[in-house]
C-alpha cells in the first residue's frame, strides 16, 4: 500500500496554469500504475489522466488532451499533472489514485481500479 498526498492546487484565471504534485510513501511505487481524477460540486468523480508504472503510457480525458501532461519520477516517488490552458469547467477537487500492477504499461481509466486515494486538493478556475 501507498499513501497519497496532493498539493499544487489553488485558484487560478483561465488560460493560467498550475501543477499538481502527488507524493507517495512507500519503497514500491514504481510498481504502481498512476491516475488523476477530479469531482466537481454535484457530479461523479471522472477521469483526468494516467500513467503506467514505467511511465511509458498515458491516458487523458478528451476533455483536456493537448492541454495537461501526467509524469512521474520513480526514484522521487512523485506524480506530476501540468495543467495549461485552464478553463472554468476544469474547477473541482483533483484526486491523485495509485493502483498496484504487475504489467509495467498498464494504464487504468475508472475510479474502481484504484484501491489508493489521496485527500484531493482544490483547483478553482475563475472567469
Known amino acids: 500500500q501507498v499513501q497519497l498526498v496532493e498539493s499544487g492546487g489553488g485558484l487560478v484565471q483561465a488560460g493560467g496554469s498550475l501543477r499538481l504534485s502527488c507524493a507517495a510513501s512507500?519503497?514500491?511505487?514504481?510498481?504502481?500504475?498512476m491516475g488523476w481524477f477530479r469531482q466537481a460540486p454535484g457530479k461523479e468523480r471522472e477521469f483526468v489522466a494516467a500513467?503506467?508504472?514505467?511511465?511509458?503510457?498515458?491516458d487523458y480525458a478528451d476533455s483536456v488532451k493537448g492541454r495537461f501532461a501526467v509524469s512521474r519520477d520513480n526514484a522521487k516517488n512523485t506524480v506530476i499533472l501540468q495543467m495549461n490552458s485552464l478553463k472554468p469547467e476544469d474547477t473541482a477537487v483533483y484526486y491523485c489514485?495509485?493502483?498496484?500492477?504487475?504489467?509495467?504499461?498498464?494504464?487504468?481509466?475508472?475510479?474502481?481500479?484504484?484501491?489508493?486515494w489521496g485527500q484531493g486538493t482544490q483547483v478553482t478556475v475563475s472567469s
Open positions: 489514485a495509485g493502483s498496484r500492477t504487475i504489467i509495467a504499461s498498464r494504464v487504468f481509466s475508472v475510479p474502481s481500479s484504484y484501491g489508493n
Open positions: 512507500g519503497r514500491t511505487f514504481s510498481a504502481y500504475s
Open positions: 500513467i503506467s508504472p514505467s511511465g511509458s503510457i498515458t
